[in-house]
């Protein structure tokens, strides 16, 4: 967040683009379904139509001690050295699976979680976490390093269990360095230790009646399968590309992964989800999507030792369904 306005270049779409994106969203919503949906979203994204533009969520009321913050667009990344490695971040960023594989176990990347490339506010961005760090950290309860919180990416949410090298990049490896590098220059002029509009993902209060995975498939199956498909696999294009990542499952992220919180999928899901039609669902409805996704199985918890029950008390409490029964069978065994 920065007081001086600055917009970045990327951040304004021409007349024709914009126009080219309202149109793209009219027929998103007007086609509801089906193939039709799917061709056309995979189409909008690699012409650029819905690409997010960072703005903050409208409907959000910034409080008067936040700031605005705009990440530089991609034609100031500076040529040399550095603009090589900011470069190569960004492509790791983008299809981590294929430009970081040896740590990788599943068929997610980070902008997955972080959209745009950690660029949206609020689906936490990169520039809101690179000015937060080091922070204490309440999951292994000591203070991280920017390297240790993209440690815990890869471990948690890349799932690097199952990857070609059973585990995340070892200290000081290149592929921390260029991320480094790129989630560095997004922050360009952000400012260190100031509270900022649109950071981490939003924190909606619980609904009074609590969360229920059988209203949350109702959810699922009328504004998420489309995309995520009805076993919540994902999609692919015609090339055989990943367009939609899977939500569950042995591709997916595993049970240590924030985003295996139902609280916190459901913050995402508010903000974010359905894609491009971000703060379309109620709070009640993100919640009980979320609780549907995160009462599905996914790949073990790392951090599992014991038994189940015992990981379940000493790392899962609260919005989790890790350890607890659904549908006849206990969560946490892990996919295969």
């Known amino acids: 967040m920065i007081d001086d306005d600055r917009i970045s270049a990327e951040a304004q779409d021409s007349p024709k683009q914009e126009g080219a994106g309202r149109a793209v969203r009219r027929g998103v919503i007007a086609l509801g379904g089906g193939a039709a949906l799917f061709v056309l979203v995979s189409m909008a994204f690699d012409l650029g139509w819905l690409r997010d533009r960072g703005e903050p969520v409208k409907n959000r009321e910034a409080p008067q001690a936040m700031h ?6 991609e034609q100031a990344i500076p040529d040399g050295p550095a603009g090589d490695a900011i470069k190569r971040g960004q492509a790791i960023f983008m299809n981590t699976r294929m430009n970081a594989k040896d740590f990788v176990g599943n068929h997610l990347s980070c902008s997955n979680c972080h959209l745009d490339g950690g660029r949206k506010a609020d689906s936490a961005p990169m520039w809101a976490a690179w000015v937060s760090y080091p922070a204490y950290r309440k999951k292994n309860k000591q203070i991280n390093t920017m390297e240790d919180r993209i440690k815990g990416c890869f471990t948690y949410s890349m799932n690097a269990q199952n990857s070609p090298t059973g585990g995340a990049p070892p200290a000081g490896h290149d592929v921390y360095k260029d991320l480094q590098t790129y989630m560095h220059w997004l922050a360009t002029g952000a400012p260190t230790g100031k509270k900022m509009l649109g950071a981490g993902y939003p924190e909606l209060d619980k609904p ?27 999609q692919r294009d015609l090339n055989g590309r990943l367009v939609f990542p899977p939500l569950w499952g042995p591709d997916s992220y595993n049970w240590g992964a924030g985003m295996a919180r139902v609280n ?73």
């Open 68 to 73: 605005t913050f705009f990440p530089p667009g």
């Open 208 to 234: 009074a009646g609590g969360y229920d995975p059988a209203r949350g498939k109702l959810v699922y199956d009328a504004k998420c399968a489309v995309c995520h498909g009805s076993d919540g696999q994902g």
């Open 264 to 336: 916190t999928a459901a913050g995402f899901i508010k903000a974010n989800m359905p894609l491009g039609q971000g703060n379309s669902l109620t709070d009640q409805q993100a919640w009980d999507a979320a609780a549907f996704i995160d009462s599905q199985e996914r790949p073990r918890d790392p951090r599992q030792k014991g038994s189940i029950a015992d990981n379940a008390k000493a790392n899962h409490g609260g919005d989790s369904y890790y350890g607890k029964v659904v549908g006849g069978r206990q969560l946490g065994a892990g996919t295969k």
